[in-house]
């Protein structure tokens, strides 16, 4: 069965996300001068993003009791592969162009969720691929808050599009 996801915009910084015309939450980008974070709401679960490093290029995600579940690394400074290390397990975040800019998130070598940009018509678009039976929303929210500012450059914030998951 095939799942049809759908961000939307609400407004400048708040973005709803729903899978087959249920609601699942919203992301909040909180935009402040001294921190970088942002808010997750997955169903009844709240989750919260927070840049932590010297040069704030790292992040953690807390859970609603303040416990971190998922913990960001790199393994050289200038790699476009971020180490996650999410409930105990380990996950890559790539970066790479298949044509055009998209980030994927792999466990061991297979695919779990990417998001990239594509083309339709000569209008640029957002593919989202999730492999089968992949319900674990809080990547998708990763993938969505780490993607959007090339999503934001090549189609602009006013927008809603909708991308079918496939195995």
């Known amino acids: 069965m095939e799942n049809l996801k759908t961000w939307k915009t609400i407004k400048l910084g708040l973005y709803s996300f729903s899978v087959n015309d249920r609601e699942?939450?919203?992301l909040e980008v909180v935009y402040n001068n001294f921190e970088r974070k942002a808010i997750f709401k997955i169903e009844d679960k709240i989750y919260t993003l927070v840049y932590n490093g010297f040069w704030k290029s790292t992040?953690?995600?807390?859970d609603?009791?303040?416990?971190?579940?998922?913990k960001s690394s790199f393994e050289k400074w200038y790699a476009t592969t971020t180490n996650l290390?999410?409930?105990g397990n380990e996950y890559k975040l790539k970066i790479r162009n298949n044509p055009l800019?998209?980030?994927?998130?792999?466990?061991?070598?297979?695919?779990?969720?990417?998001?990239?940009?594509?083309?339709?018509?000569?209008k640029v678009n957002v593919k989202?691929?999730?492999?089968?039976?992949?319900?674990?929303?809080?990547?998708?929210?990763?993938?969505?808050?780490?993607?959007?500012?090339i999503t934001q450059e090549n189609i602009g914030d006013d927008f809603t599009f909708q991308a079918l998951m496939s195995s």
């Open 24 to 26: 699942i939450g919203t």
């Open 59 to 62: 992040y953690e995600i807390f």
């Open 85 to 87: 290390d999410y409930k």
């Open 101 to 122: 800019a998209e980030f994927v998130i792999f466990e061991s070598e297979k695919e779990l969720v990417s998001y990239g940009l594509s083309t339709n018509s000569g």
């Open 64 to 70: 609603e009791s303040n416990e971190v579940i998922l």
């Open 128 to 149: 989202i691929t999730t492999a089968q039976n992949n319900t674990d929303y809080l990547l998708d929210y990763l993938l969505w808050y780490s993607f959007l500012p």
